[in-house]
């Protein structure tokens, strides 16, 4: 029975195996390829290899071809017989073509029983007459031995001194290197990918607190609480990151950076759920600001019937949002609009960084401009003569408050 698999797509390289294991089984099934697939297996090497040993028919193929895709590296081993197997040279030619598209795909040839020299040989000479073969295959097929038997790999006699478990040994540790390494780069290479993507999240986190407390200062009113959620949600998956981060920085470990590595998977995943949902938010807002009306942001008869608490921690909120410019306040007398003004405006001066400058004028009812002026210039200790006209005097406070 033919090893399980998960579905891909070409391009999506979601891999799922250590290594796709290419081999002849007649010629080394029952002997050297099980040996050598029970060893990966004991290292912990997640391994694809083909149980059934027949001929493929289109099926069969668009199955490897998935298994090839989902693998970081290729071993194949190359035996006396291989390059007689339509199925084995097919294996070789979508191995190569995978590593076209994904540069760091691992292939290692195992030469058993045989000399690099000879599977060069038999790739001039591939001869398949009687089946239906093109052209074109052969001379696919033919290129594509020839430059896998060119590659540096392991040939059984010349180490190890004969013997197949001392040899497996040695395949194995070179494999168990280019492991490492290739975790080393995924690694790195994956933490910087989330931390992209929790920049992208930040951002979309700042624009929903921008719109919430737009909403707040026209409306009086809190978000939802699934979008109060997302925010402390997204808040401490920021803080997550961080600490992983400095988990990664440094670590050598392969055993550790595999685990690393599983984690940076699954919040990369998270980080996309997370950015999906809060893209869902604008029809969970209340209500959308009113287009094409200035920030001057009213407190209404319903905004009054709230608490004095209530009111002036709205207004607060109205003032320390940078997208407002002004904001005003009305009611009947006697409903403690003057006193929660000053409220504020006590709570500026004890602000530090936010505002340069915090001024408080009086403007009465019996407004005049010339008065105005007057006032605003005493609090700014700038002197201003009363016979000027009111356009130079203007241009005077606007240069000491611009």
């Avoid at 099980?34 to 060893?39: F, G, I, M």
């Avoid at 290197?177 to 920049?199: F, G, S, T």
């Avoid at 009111?311 to 909120?317: D, F, G, K, S, V």
Wanted: hydrophobic share 35%; with cysteine.
């Amino acid at each position: 029975m033919r090893s399980s698999m998960a579905s891909s797509s070409n391009s999506e390289f979601k891999c799922s195996y250590d290594i796709f294991l290419s081999f002849r089984g007649s010629d080394t099934r029952t002997k050297f390829t099980d040996h050598l697939y029970e060893a990966l297996k004991r290292e912990g090497f997640e391994t694809f290899r083909d149980n059934e040993g027949i001929e493929q028919g289109e099926n069969i193929k668009s199955e490897l071809q998935k298994a090839i895709w989902n693998s970081n590296m290729s071993v194949i081993v190359l035996s006396e017989t291989y390059a007689t197997s339509k199925s084995c040279l097919f294996e070789i030619q979508t191995i190569l073509e995978h590593r076209k598209k994904k540069s760091d795909h691992v292939i290692f040839p195992v030469f058993y029983e045989v000399e690099p020299s000879e599977i060069k040989e038999q790739a001039k000479h591939l001869d398949f007459r009687g089946k239906k073969v093109t052209d074109e295959e052969v001379k696919a097929w033919s290129a594509a031995l020839k430059e896998v038997a060119s590659m540096a790999g392991m040939v059984s006699g010349n180490q190890s001194n004969g013997s197949e478990a001392k040899f497996i040994e040695e395949i194995i540790g070179v494999l168990k290197i280019k492991r490492a390494d290739k975790h080393l780069r995924d690694l790195d290479e994956n933490m910087q990918n989330l931390k992209r993507k929790v920049e992208y999240l930040s951002g979309q986190k700042n624009d929903i607190n921008s719109q919430i407390s737009n909403k707040k200062c026209w409306l009086g009113i809190r978000p939802k609480k699934e979008v109060e959620v997302w925010l402390i949600d997204v808040q401490r998956f920021k803080e997550d990151v961080q600490s992983l981060e400095q988990e990664v920085v440094g670590e050598t470990n392969v055993s550790s950076r595999m685990r690393l590595g599983k984690v940076i998977a699954k919040k990369i995943l998270e980080v996309q759920e997370l950015h999906k949902k809060g893209s869902d938010f604008n029809s969970l807002m209340i209500d959308e600001l009113p287009t094409g009306r200035p920030l001057l942001q009213p407190l209404t008869e319903d905004f009054v019937k709230c608490t004095k608490a209530r009111n002036t921690e709205n207004i607060w909120e109205c003032v320390m949002n940078d997208y407002v410019t002004k904001i005003g306040v009305y009611r009947m007398e006697g409903v403690g609009k003057t006193t929660t003004m000053k409220y504020i405006h006590n709570q500026l001066l004890k602000e530090k960084g936010k505002f340069d400058y915090v001024y408080w004028v009086t403007v009465s009812k019996a407004f005049n401009i010339t008065n105005l002026q007057s006032d605003i210039a005493k609090v700014l200790d700038l002197p201003l003569r009363e016979d000027e006209e009111v356009t130079k005097r203007a241009a005077k406070l606007h240069a000491v408050l611009d």
